[in-house]
């Protein structure tokens, strides 16, 4: 009980970030698996096993319930935190990139298709399983590592370089690919002049351009993320996988080698 009310820091909030968002992916891989019956990509950036609304939603939850003891209050407040953290980053993701990665707009009780009752319960019951049986045990962990301090202030580092990296090439990469296919398949998006635009200043750049087509075409980019959606004027939202011919969006077909 003593190690959950302990300060937290800097140093664990990083470790938290990576250790977390690799659980997450972890999950989440698992969940694609018995839903859509395929082994696909479920991870937030281009190249680390990082699902990051995992270990941002972790972090939320250990700040404000590491000291939570009843399970009603834990998972409400646990389901509460998940769900504004669903719909944080599904809006920031949709502005910043154009790009949406879930739609509840069909389910019970969803607030703009972005956050829904069932996956706020889930939230609730991750919360629970987190703080009460996960997250002490993660603390030890990385007690045993601190013991020597300078080795796990060099690891947390390097990992957290890794990530940031790892989400900055992410970073370009998605907007590319999101104004390659907006203006490649005349998608009426909001602000569509402007990607237009700077599309076309994207293609002036031959060097970046040929960096782009070599590393992240439609193949790279579709495998990474397959249930990328893209919303126009009209609210719809178009999965990209049915604007890109010829790439199947998943490693694996369970039973079937792909």
């Not at 009980?1 to 891989?29: H, N, P, Q």
């Not at 703080?131 to 202030?153: C, E, G, L, T």
């Not at 002049?193 to 960096?211: H, L, P, R, W």
């Amino acid at each position: 009980m003593e190690e959950t009310r302990k300060k937290v820091d800097i140093w664990s909030i990083c470790m938290y970030l990576i250790l977390y968002s690799m659980a997450g992916f972890v999950i989440e891989t698992v969940f694609g698996a018995f839903t859509k019956r395929v082994i696909e990509s479920r991870k937030s950036f281009l190249y680390g096993p990082f699902c990051a609304i995992y270990g941002i939603g972790a972090i939320s939850m250990i700040l404000f319930l590491k000291n939570e003891k009843n399970n009603g209050k834990l998972f409400l407040k646990g389901a509460i935190i998940g769900a504004f953290v669903e719909y944080a980053m599904s809006f920031i993701c949709e502005k910043f990139y154009g790009v949406t990665w879930w739609d509840y707009s069909n389910m019970w009780l969803d607030i703009h298709g972005r956050t829904c009752l069932f996956y706020a319960v889930s939230w609730g019951i991750l919360a629970i399983i987190l703080i009460k049986f996960v997250h002490p045990y993660v603390d030890k962990f990385i007690d045993i590592i601190r013991q020597r301090k300078a080795v796990f202030q060099v690891i947390t580092m390097l990992l957290i370089a890794f990530f940031s990296v790892d989400a900055l090439l992410t970073n370009y990469a998605l907007k590319a690919f999101y104004y390659r296919v907006s203006i490649e398949n005349n998608l009426n998006i909001q602000d569509k002049n402007d990607v237009q635009n700077k599309y076309a200043k994207i293609q002036e750049n031959q060097n970046f351009m040929s960096f782009v087509n070599q590393y992240y075409d439609n193949e790279k980019m579709l495998k990474t993320y397959p249930n990328m959606m893209i919303k126009e004027k009209n609210n719809q939202s178009v999965y990209v996988e049915s604007l890109v011919d010829g790439v199947d969006p998943y490693y694996y077909r369970l039973g079937e080698a792909f």
